[in-house]
């Protein structure tokens, strides 16, 4: 079975900071992976998919990066605002999996004033 | 842009009744998924349609079913509900199955008492 998980867990900021949030899975032969936001109670926002041929995407204050061989991929928010407070979501298609998405754990992120 | 609606948003149900969720994807896109997040787990992958087709198949009760219609809507019957199909019930849709992003709905919040 395949297995995603994400660390932290849980993570508190000030305003204005950069931070990496981390994401890794046990199946190298992923043919991409996708960042989610959630908010509390609502539904899932597509922020990057990163394809198993690149190794980053970015847009705007957000980068993503892909490591197949290592099993992790990074999400990284720069300058960091209260308006990023959220649960980050990573998510992929394995192997023999079709395309449905296996998720990970979440990183519940607070950006404090 | 034109996003993934589901409806109901909100749905409460007794133990043993039947439910029934409906999804309407993006213009164009030929392929959706249905997935489960119960409170404070990641969401579960539950059934997948292309082409009006079963595309793939997980984690999904024998008590629900699920189609794609001719107008590429799908809907998510659910019978004999119980206690613990409380959660957040989400469509997703993409273009074709090439592992594309995956764009998902507001979800619909069932609650079974």
């Known amino acids: 079975k395949q297995e995603v998980t994400q660390i932290p867990a849980a993570l508190s900021v000030p305003e204005g900071e950069n931070l990496v949030l981390n994401c890794s899975f046990t199946?190298?032969?992923?043919?991409?992976l996708q960042w989610f936001r959630q908010d509390p109670g609502k539904g899932l926002t597509s922020l990057l998919l990163?394809?198993?041929?690149?190794r980053e995407q970015t847009s705007g204050r957000l980068n993503a990066s892909l490591d197949k061989s290592s099993g992790r991929s990074t999400l990284y928010i720069a300058a960091s605002q209260p308006g990023d407070s959220a649960t980050y979501l990573c998510a992929a298609p394995f192997t023999g999996g079709g395309n449905k998405l296996t998720f990970g754990t979440g990183t519940q992120l607070k950006v404090e004033l | 842009a034109a996003g993934v609606i589901q409806s109901p948003r909100h749905l409460i149900k007794e133990k043993r009744e039947t439910a029934t969720l409906k999804c309407y994807p993006i213009p164009r896109h030929d392929t959706v998924y249905w997935y489960q997040q119960g409170p404070g787990q990641d969401p579960q992958f539950l059934i997948s349609?292309?082409?009006?087709?079963?595309?793939d198949k997980g984690s999904i009760p024998d008590r629900f079913s699920a189609q794609q219609f001719s107008d590429y809507h799908s809907e998510l019957n659910m019978s004999s509900l119980e206690l613990g199909d409380s959660a957040l019930y989400f469509c997703?849709?993409?273009?074709?199955?090439?592992?594309?992003?995956?764009?998902f709905g507001p979800g619909t919040r069932l609650l079974v008492l």
């Open positions: 349609f292309y082409e009006k087709m079963q595309s």
């Open positions: 997703a849709s993409s273009l074709g199955t090439a592992r594309g992003t995956q764009y």
């Open positions: 199946d190298s032969a992923i043919y991409n």
């Open positions: 990163i394809q198993s041929s690149q």
